[in-house]
């Protein structure tokens, strides 16, 4: 039986034994670290920039960072509901339209939006904005706002 610290061996091909150092294993990540990373991820494809995304998570740069290190972080449930809220929305917004960048940025005429872009109402720092844009996408899904 092999401890995690001992060495792998493979037959090479020459039938020598050829050393290969254990490789160690990586923590797991909680479901809030992948949601994050994943965050970190979409919004990058989006071309934000890094203010827009503390703004969306209403996080400091250091902790976001920090956070995105870490197997494990610790946010405050504001800013994890703000992350989970951004994830549906973009989700939703590009099953609908395709193109979610496009969407976010261009002006809406709905009145919830006021021909502001959704994007503007995301980044005005309430969580009502993201209430009104998830519920907005909603009911124009399927109906089940």
């Known amino acids: ?5 001992s060495p792998s061996f493979k037959r090479a091909s ?17 479901p809030l670290a992948a949601a994050l990373r994943t965050f970190n991820r979409v919004t ?9 995304k503390l703004k969306i ?14 197997p494990a972080p610790s946010l405050n449930l504001d800013s994890e509901d703000r992350l989970g809220y951004f994830l549906l929305i973009v989700e939703l917004a590009g099953d609908l339209v395709g193109d979610t960048g496009d969407w976010l ?5 709905a009145p919830i939006f006021g021909g502001k872009a959704p ?6 720092g309430r969580m009502e904005g993201m ?6 996408l909603k009911a124009s899904y399927g109906g089940w706002a």
């Open 1 to 5: 039986m092999k401890s995690a610290a």
């Open 14 to 30: 020459s039938s020598v034994l050829e050393h290969r150092p254990a490789t160690p294993t990586e923590p797991k990540l909680t």
């Open 44 to 52: 990058e494809s989006l071309g934000m920039v890094t203010d827009q």
């Open 57 to 70: 998570i209403n996080l400091g740069k250091t902790k976001y960072f920090d956070s995105l290190k870490q």
């Open 105 to 109: 940025r261009s002006p809406n005429t």
């Open 119 to 124: 994007l503007d109402l995301l980044l005005a």
């Open 131 to 136: 209430f009104t844009t998830l519920n907005y």
